[in-house]
């Protein structure tokens, strides 16, 4: 049972995501404020960690708010006018795979997948099915949303399955191994 396919508009969308936080990622300047953000921090403290020009800041600042990798919110001062801080916004994995069935990139960020990267880098079918769970939350039509959780339950089932079929194989090879 194979996953329903994505109309073009929608793999188009996804790759102009991907693309998106890829070239943001493969910039220094995004790189060093990502790390400079592992706690949250108002303008003036980047500028003077970073010593970037507060507009060159500005412009890694706006890609980074734009592939959703960082955001802002507003901190009242006691004294003098509230801050806007910047932090970090969730955290992603990213898994590519290249193989003779093409290119695809998992952009995971739950933290039960980042735990299991070594699983969904061996059976790309799972990073799949949990890419997509990643996404459902995002469909706002609610009808739309529960045939979409129902093929992915079906499909979770079917991988059930055959885990289940390759763990007896395997126990029955250590069982062969163990009678020899």
Known sequence: MGAPRMTSRELEKELEDIIGLLKALSGRNCLKILQALS???YWSQLIEELDMHRWVLKKYIDKLLQCGLIDSFIKP???GPPRRYFQISRSITLLLEI???GIHVYQLS???IEKNVEILSKYPSIGE?????????QISDPI???KLKE?????IEHELSLLESAIDFI??????LKEQ
């Open 144 to 146: 739309t949303r529960e």
């Open 171 to 176: 126990h029955k090879l250590l069982k062969k």
């Open 151 to 155: 093929q992915l339950r079906k499909q």
């Open 110 to 112: 739950s933290p039960y």
């Open 39 to 41: 706690e949250p921090k």
């Open 99 to 101: 193989s003779p069935k």
């Open 129 to 137: 099915l949990a890419s997509r769970i990643e996404k459902v939350h």
């Open 77 to 79: 001062m006691k004294r």
